[in-house]
């Protein structure tokens, strides 16, 4: 006789500026697919895009002051679909000068009581290098509204330190001098993740999908060790 078993379902819940934040999450959720999970996207939507690029240094640099700020940043508020039972919700968005982007702030101070209260959350973070503050700040949130939080799943740029910081900078004004071109593009070749990292993110979702099916998956687990098994390891990529 067959046993019915219940559908896992996961919630991603994210905000993305220049789509590497999309392109991990997309990736990962082909594998949840895979793995016979249910999948739903819900994108924050800030009330007043920042444009990308913003087209200036000027406008780079304060966009830059205001995210070390945290400053809000309005979103609308999420689907009403989204207040449904969960076995997981992703909470995912990239970093801004060290901190929580602003679109993820005013998510966390006025939605995530109503939406994470009660449920298993995996943060998911896209980042240079500096991701701790980060995590502790959404920890921090997340906690307060009664989530039940994981350790952070983080995905480091590829190209780190100050060359990287350089290329996102002039990425988002979306202007680089002619004379600087050649030498930006030596050290920083790429901007965001790699080809090898979206991969991973795919093979992440998948040991995920077989983690839920199990059950053995909760707020205590150790994160690197359930999720790394089974899957190819990335240096440029890190599982806390």
Not at 79 to 84: A, Q, R, Y
Request: proline fraction near 8%; include cysteine.
């Amino acid at each position: 006789m067959k046993t019915f078993v219940e559908q896992k379902r996961v919630l991603i819940l994210f905000y993305t500026f220049s789509s590497q934040t999309r392109n991990l999450l997309n990736s990962l959720a082909k594998g949840l697919n895979e793995g016979g999970v249910e999948v739903r996207f819900e994108p924050l939507k800030p009330l007043e895009p920042p444009p990308f690029p913003v087209g200036s240094y000027f406008g780079a640099f304060k966009m830059m002051v205001a995210a070390f700020l945290m400053r809000p940043v309005a979103v609308a508020p999420p689907d009403k679909n989204c207040l449904s039972n969960w076995d997981l919700i992703i909470c995912a968005g990239p970093t801004w000068s060290y901190h929580l982007s602003g679109p993820m702030v005013y998510f966390l101070q006025h939605y995530s009581a109503g939406l994470l209260a009660g449920k298993l959350v995996l943060p998911l973070i896209s980042c240079r290098t500096y991701w701790r503050l980060h995590a502790w700040e959404m920890g921090r949130y997340m906690v307060k509204s009664g989530a039940r939080v994981m350790p952070p799943l983080v995905f480091r740029h590829p190209c780190p330190g100050l060359w990287c910081a350089i290329g996102v900078f002039i990425k988002i004004a979306g202007k680089i001098p002619r004379g600087c071109r050649s030498l930006v593009q030596r050290h920083c070749p790429r901007y965001g993740h790699s080809p090898q990292q979206i991969e991973e993110a795919r093979d992440l979702g998948a040991r995920l999908a077989e983690v839920l099916r199990e059950g053995e998956i909760d707020e205590n687990s150790r994160i690197e060790g359930v999720l790394r098994k089974g899957s190819r390891r990335d240096s440029s990529s890190k599982v806390c």
